[in-house]
Structure formats: structure tokens, C-alpha cells
């Protein structure tokens, strides 16, 4: 018999690893409803011709493609069979696939529904995505984002208002992060001021690897592009530059890496009097990949632990105009869940009480006691406390074993006496103190502790 499994890059989440995820998705809708964002939810499977060429070279390689339905060689390109050719194929035999993120996505409803929202159109959506990935530590081929957007503005204020979402939602976690911010067009300023222009996606490409492989590593990778080494050596001369005012005149010839930078001081004037708990800097190398990204690009990491962006994000000028839409600038960010979920446990900062599912356990010593057990639990849950019921009456030493693997912090010892009475005679398990009381005494005491 086949031992069960489950694909490489996923993984099963047992009841406490679901509630300390819920945690986190519920600490960061309580900031995204705060600063007035509404929910969205999108199918788990798009249209490939909605995904496709909307990620760069880099992303497309790494959709999940669904073949077609029944028989789906039946209409596949022939030729493209028979050489081989697995990108011509692909077309002819899928016609769908898992998203990628969240954000092509919400740029395609927004589209499609268009005639019935009011602009700037803000929603939040925490929602599973999957990509072909090379599975490792932090990175799995399916994984939870949370994503923040609003479509149909061009104002920085919500540049402004994203850096303080994270800034707040991370705070609420007691994780300490940095939130990193550069924009897409100082970027470009880089690539004018090295005189590559034409080569500007190559340039983003490699420098967006530059935490994992170093600068050795852009380097080789700009170089193996088809960069030619004085430009390398102007983009490494940038990319070491500390500060905003320091780029001024190195983007003097570049009206797009000027206003890259004017965008850039608009946040932070807007930030200036904003008591931010966490820290924020201009980072020059921050290139967030995506080929949609056009302004301001955000990236959040943990301050006191390895891993890689638990966060990140940026401004779209025209997104939805792929499908047909033009005109329509967004901004967005998205909240790692699986990553902040590893930070969270490796650093010990979920709060205790999220393993206490069940308040109480009624442990009985025999059938009459049991019944009278099992009206006691309808009264206890009418009044609001979790209840559960050990499913058998007999020796207690087993009972209360159960309840203290489950970590249940009360367990109410329930005999002929407790029966008789109508009480409950209830023990903490971490102190260990005990006392009896009637169900709805019990109850009121329960809920308070």
C-alpha cells in the first residue's frame, strides 16, 4: 500500500498551527477595516490569458497551469507534441491556472466590475496563492497572502497610509520589523544614468536578487545579461549611495529618477509627524521584480530573526489597462501569512491563550452522572463557555490525561454527589485549585478567567 503524502512546497496545519494562523489573519483585518478597506475573495483559478505576461520572465515560468477538462490531448497543437515544444503546448492543452498573487487578480474584477464600484475603489483580501517554486526554508509553492489595494487614485497618501497599515498590524504582533521603501522610477533613473534604458527590466531583474547572491552575484548576472561593465560599475556606484539628496545630481539628465525621488520625500513629509513604531528607510536596491510596479515599492523583514521579506508591495500606474481598462492607478501591499507565521513561532511571540479552544472538560464517573453531565454542557455553552465532554464515564486519571494533552485548563469532576446537588465541581489544572459551584456560578467564573 502507497504510504499518503502530501506535494512537495505544502504542508497540513493541525488545530493549534490553524488557530495561530487565524491570529494573524485577524490581527491584520482588524488594521485593514480600521483604515477602511472592504473584503474581497477571488476564485482560486484564473484564465492564463489573465495571468500570463503580467508578472515579468521571471514569474510567468512559475504558474501552475490546469490541464484541460476530460480528454485534454485531444486538442493539443500537434506539432508542438511532436517537437516538444512545451510553450507553444502548453496553450493547446491549458487553458487555466492557480493565481499567482492576489493583486492580477482584484486588477481583473476591478475591470469587470467597474460600472458598480465607487473609486478610489480600497479593498483587503486573504486568500491562498500558489507558484511553481523551487520549494526551501520561508518559501512554499502554495502559502496565504494578505493583500491591501486601492485602484483609482494617484495620491501618495496611500503610500503613506500602507507604511502605517504595516507599521500597525506588526506592532499588534510585538514583531519589530523594517519597512523598506524605494521607487520604480528612481530605479529607471539608475538605468538612464548608467545608459541603459533599453535594458531596464534586465537591471531590476538582477538587483532584485542582490540580498540572496550579493553584489558579486548582480554583478555576474548583469554581466551574463549582456550589461556592459561600465554600466555595471555606474549601477554599483548608485546602489551604494546612503541617501535621497545624494542622488539629486547623479539623476540631474533623468526626469523620471527626479520624480521617483520627489514622490519618495512626499511619504516621508506625510510620515514626519506620524509616530510610527517601527523602522523606515529609503533602500535604493529594493527592486521588487513584478514588471507592474511603476512607483513607490515597499519591503517589510524581521528585525530579530532570518527570514527572508515577510512582506512587501508597491504603486501600479496602469494595471487594469491590459484588460482593456487604461488609467486606473493603484497601490498595494500583501502580508506574507506563512513567513510572519514562521517569525511568530521561532521568536515565541503568539500569545498564550490561542491553544485554549475548549474552557472546560466534564468528566464523569459513571452514566447517571454522565447524563446529568450532558444537560450541564447545554447550559454551560448556552451561557457562552466551550464545553467539551469526556465521551465516556469511568476512572478520572484517563479523563484528566486527555484534557491535559489538549491543553483544556479546566476539567469539572462531576459524581453521584454533583448529580444529586445540581453543582459542578470544577478544578484549575494550572494551579490547581478546586471549588463547586452551580452551572451558572461556574459558568459566570469561567468567563472570567
Known amino acids: 500500500m502507497q504510504k499518503p503524502s502530501i506535494p512537495e512546497g505544502t504542508r497540513d496545519l493541525g488545530p493549534e498551527q490553524v488557530r495561530k494562523r487565524t491570529y494573524i489573519f485577524d490581527t491584520v483585518r482588524a488594521v485593514f477595516v480600521k483604515f477602511g478597506f472592504q473584503p474581497l475573495e477571488t476564485p482560486a483559478m484564473e484564465n492564463l490569458s489573465t495571468l500570463t505576461g503580467k508578472y515579468g520572465e521571471e514569474g510567468d515560468k512559475l504558474l501552475f497551469k490546469i490541464l484541460n477538462n476530460g480528454d485534454f490531448l485531444s486538442g493539443a497543437d500537434a506539432e508542438a507534441l511532436a517537437t516538444k515544444n512545451s510553450g507553444k503546448l502548453t496553450s493547446s492543452i491549458a487553458k487555466r491556472g492557480l493565481r499567482y498573487d492576489l493583486t492580477v487578480p482584484f486588477a481583473r474584477y476591478v475591470v469587470m466590475n467597474r460600472g458598480t464600484l465607487s473609486f478610489p475603489f480600497k479593498r483587503y483580501q486573504i486568500q491562498p496563492v500558489w507558484r511553481a517554486d523551487r520549494p526551501q ?5 502554495e502559502f496565504f497572502q494578505c493583500d491591501v489595494d486601492v485602484i483609482g487614485s494617484d495620491s501618495l497618501l496611500y503610500e503613506a497610509e500602507l507604511v502605517q497599515i504595516y507599521d500597525e498590524a506588526f506592532a499588534k504582533m510585538k514583531l519589530p520589523v523594517v519597512i ?53 560599475s555606474t549601477i554599483e556606484k548608485i546602489l551604494a549611495t546612503p541617501d535621497l539628496a545624494a542622488l539629486k545630481p547623479i539623476f540631474a539628465n533623468s526626469e523620471s529618477g527626479l520624480k521617483g525621488l520627489k514622490e519618495l520625500e512626499r511619504v516621508f513629509q ?52 491590459v484588460f482593456g481598462v487604461p488609467g486606473l492607478s493603484g497601490v498595494g501591499v500583501s502580508f506574507g501569512a506563512d513567513r510572519i507565521y514562521d ?73 453521584e454527589s454533583e448529580t444529586a446537588a445540581q453543582t459542578l465541581t470544577i478544578k484549575d489544572q494550572k494551579s490547581g485549585e478546586q471549588w463547586t459551584a452551580t452551572v451558572a456560578a461556574a459558568a459566570e467564573r469561567l468567563l472570567a478567567s
Not at 526554508?137 to 509553492?141: I, S
Not at 545608459?195 to 537591471?203: P, T
Not at 538582477?206 to 554600466?231: C, N
Not at 510610527?276 to 530573526?305: H, M, P, W
Open 270 to 321: 506625510l510620515l514626519s509627524k506620524s509616530s510610527l513604531q517601527n523602522e523606515l528607510k529609503f533602500d535604493i536596491t529594493l527592486a521588487r521584480g513584478l514588471s507592474y510596479y511603476t512607483g513607490c515599492i515597499f519591503e517589510v523583514s524581521a528585525k530579530d530573526y532570518q527570514m527572508g521579506s515577510i512582506g512587501g508591495g508597491g504603486r501600479y500606474a496602469d494595471l487594469t489597462g
Open 180 to 232: 523598506k521603501i524605494n521607487n520604480r522610477k528612481v530605479l529607471f533613473g539608475i538605468a538612464e544614468a548608467a545608459g541603459i534604458a533599453d535594458r531596464f527590466m534586465d537591471m531590476t531583474v538582477a538587483i532584485d536578487k542582490l540580498d540572496k547572491v550579493g553584489i558579486d552575484g548582480v554583478r555576474k548576472e548583469l554581466s551574463e545579461r549582456g550589461i556592459p561593465e561600465t554600466a555595471i
Open 343 to 415: 517569525v511568530l513561532e521561532g521568536l515565541n511571540l503568539f500569545p498564550e491563550n490561542l491553544s485554549e479552544s475548549v474552557k472546560i472538560m466534564l468528566a464523569s464517573f459513571d452514566e447517571p452522572a454522565f447524563d446529568y453531565a450532558f444537560q450541564c454542557a447545554s447550559e454551560l455553552r448556552a451561557a457562552g463557555v466551550s464545553v467539551e465532554i469526556y465521551p465516556e464515564p469511568g476512572k478520572l486519571k484517563k479523563q484528566f490525561e486527555y484534557a491535559a494533552k489538549r491543553g483544556i485548563p479546566f476539567v469539572a469532576i462531576i459524581g
Open 137 to 141: 526554508r520561508g518559501r512554499y509553492r
